[in-house]
């Protein structure tokens, strides 16, 4: 079984800076893909970054120019950088893997989310 936790969310003023952290525990063998989703209230979740295992990175147009995803796959964590933050960036920001497990099984994996909390 594969676990994430994500941390470093939080109350920020529009302009700051937050750091997402991810740290992936367990049965792994190998994370594949990497990615940060975020959901605000009565909105559907959204695709914010990806990071592949080879280090390719996809942002979604609101943030792109102001996060940055990143990944040491050595610890099995990943990172978003979020700068700049507006308003409209308030929500709960969740972690997804696709991991191999130590039996080369092939599955996604969620945290439990963290908030993200930004005032005008």
């Known amino acids: 079984q594969v676990q994430l936790v994500e941390s470093g969310g939080g109350k920020v003023q529009a302009g700051g800076s937050l750091r997402l952290s991810c740290a992936a525990s367990?049965?792994?063998?190998?994370?594949?893909?990497m990615s940060w989703y975020r959901q605000a209230p009565g909105k559907q979740r959204e695709l914010v970054a990806t990071?592949?295992?080879?280090?390719?990175?996809n942002y979604a147009d609101s943030v792109k120019g102001r996060f940055t995803i990143s990944r040491d796959n050595a610890k099995n964590t990943g990172n978003l950088q979020m700068n700049n933050l507006k308003p409209v960036d308030t929500a709960v920001y969740y972690c997804?893997?696709?991991?191999?497990?130590?039996?080369?099984?092939?599955?996604?994996?969620w945290g439990q989310g963290t908030q993200v909390t930004v005032s005008s």
């Open positions: 997804k893997t696709a991991a191999y497990d130590g039996w080369y099984e092939l599955r996604d994996y």
């Open positions: 367990g049965n792994i063998f190998r994370i594949n893909a």
């Open positions: 990071i592949t295992n080879t280090g390719t990175t």
